[in-house]
């Protein structure tokens, strides 16, 4: 049987967000071709045609190209059917639609496209605690507009922290508490951070050789590439900042912050 | 995990992908026994690391910088085993100021030292914090979910 493109089920995929992840994430399913279509909501216009937004996902300052990343240095580009009307473009057999239209995940309307699994990598929407209907948004919108399972690509933030986590919300990081989730009962699924997950693959074999008891204190740093967050050049702090690095200059500065990745780690290892 | 106490720091730098994790823990050895060396660290990741189900954890004997780790796919962690290292220091307690025993016991038990071997473990983790380590993963949740819909 030739490589075929799809699941047994026809599913095809939702992903909020085309920053670095869900940039990414649109390459890793190109690459795997689990799903045949891919529904991208930008929530706003980016450059000022679809060729721009094919630009952007066919070259990357960090992986290079597209197609050469997936397939090597002899390869060719992969992007094509370019269709302005419709805002899509297939990338090696994959279909791409793009809604550019809403931000609030509750108006994004993933039900007309057919979209029942969201990927939301915009990082805007960690509550789960929130309702679908808040002002700004919230995750849950996603679950109102047509998704019935959402993945958010960090982890949770609860603003009001007394509140208890609701009973259909669950962090987990593969491979080390797969069994977490309950595909009955959790509709929200945090994949936690990206030092989390490397903290807990970390610690594993050693909880395993030795035993939580043997283990009387443990500490971890992260030397951390740049992110998103940071500036390129020195800026005045936001209003109301309270942490005064996030506003200085990445280049040439080692920049002190937080993780809450040994706090995440006990929802994953107990 | 709550009893341990963990302690966590971070600092950003000017690369655009690729991070290193340094994960330091002291651990209680048995009283007889052997010691725990950074052998027996690197040993117990290269047989989790051969033996990981899904791949996630790699082991490298090699001098790594943190580009050589950039686009490995599905690496939540790759060990660089080279780095480990493993210091043993020793509590001496005596027992007999041990407190909340009696007083008979105290002076039976008093000049009894006791020597704990405490070891200190420096392990070296790196991870693409982009698509090697997240992305690929993510994509991985994402096919596990759809899988049981």
């Given at each position: 049987m030739d490589s075929r493109i799809g699941n047994d089920q026809g599913l095809k995929l939702g992903i909020n967000g085309l920053g670095r992840i869900g940039k990414l994430t649109i390459w890793h399913h190109v690459g795997r071709k689990y799903f045949n279509e891919l529904v991208v909501n930008i929530g706003r216009e980016a450059g000022t045609s679809l060729e721009d937004i094919a630009h952007y996902l066919e070259?990357?300052?960090?992986?290079?190209?597209l197609h050469g990343f997936l397939y090597g240095q002899n390869s060719a580009p992969?992007?094509?059917?370019?269709d302005e009307e419709n805002g899509s473009l297939t990338i090696d057999g994959v279909t791409i639609r793009f809604l550019?239209?809403?931000?609030?995940p509750i108006e994004i309307n993933w039900k007309t496209h057919g979209i029942n699994l969201v990927v939301d990598?915009?990082?805007?929407?960690?509550?789960?605690?929130?309702?679908?209907?808040?002002p700004k948004g919230a995750v849950r919108g996603h679950l109102e507009s047509g998704a019935e399972k959402v993945i958010v690509s960090a982890p949770f933030k609860i603003k009001d922290e007394g509140k208890p986590m609701p009973e259909d919300v669950v962090t987990s990081v593969m491979g080390i508490n797969?069994?977490?989730?309950?595909p009955r009962r959790h509709k929200i699924i945090s994949n936690a951070s990206c030092t989390t997950t490397c903290l807990a693959h970390m610690m594993k074999p050693l909880i395993n050789a030795?035993?939580?008891?043997?283990?009387?204190s443990a500490s971890m740093a992260t030397v951390h590439a740049a992110t998103?967050?940071?500036?390129v050049l020195d800026r005045l702090p936001k209003a109301?900042?309270?942490?005064?690095?996030?506003?200085?200059?990445?280049?040439n500065n080692i920049i002190l912050t937080t993780t809450g990745a040994a706090k995440a780690l006990s929802l994953v290892i107990p | 995990m709550d009893q341990i106490g963990f302690i966590a720091e971070s600092v950003r730098i000017p690369t655009s992908t690729g991070s290193l994790l340094i994960l330091v823990l002291n651990l209680q050895e048995e009283l007889s026994g052997e010691p725990i060396s950074r052998e027996l660290i690197n040993s117990i990741y290269l047989q989790a690391a051969s033996d990981d189900p899904k791949g996630y954890l790699h082991y490298s004997d090699k001098q790594n910088v943190?580009?050589?780790?950039?686009?490995?796919?599905?690496?939540a962690a790759v060990i660089e085993g080279h780095e480990n290292h493993t210091r043993t220091a020793e509590l001496s307690i005596?027992?007999?100021?041990?407190?909340?025993?009696e007083k008979e016991m105290i002076s039976l038990l008093k000049g009894t030292i006791v020597r704990v071997p405490v070891t200190q473990a420096v392990i070296y983790g790196w991870y693409?914090?982009?698509?090697?380590?997240?992305v690929n993963i993510l994509g991985d949740r994402a096919v596990s979910v759809a899988e049981d819909m």
């Open positions: 070259r990357d300052s960090i992986y290079g190209s992969l992007i094509g059917d370019l550019r239209s809403f931000r609030n990598t915009t990082g805007q929407f960690l509550d789960p605690t929130l309702p679908a209907d808040h797969d069994d977490a989730y309950d030795f035993g939580p008891k043997k283990i009387l998103g967050s940071q500036e109301g900042a309270v942490d005064l690095r996030k506003s200085r200059s990445i280049m | 943190s580009g050589d780790i950039i686009g490995i796919p599905r690496a005596d027992l007999g100021k041990v407190p909340g025993l693409d914090n982009e698509m090697g380590s997240y």
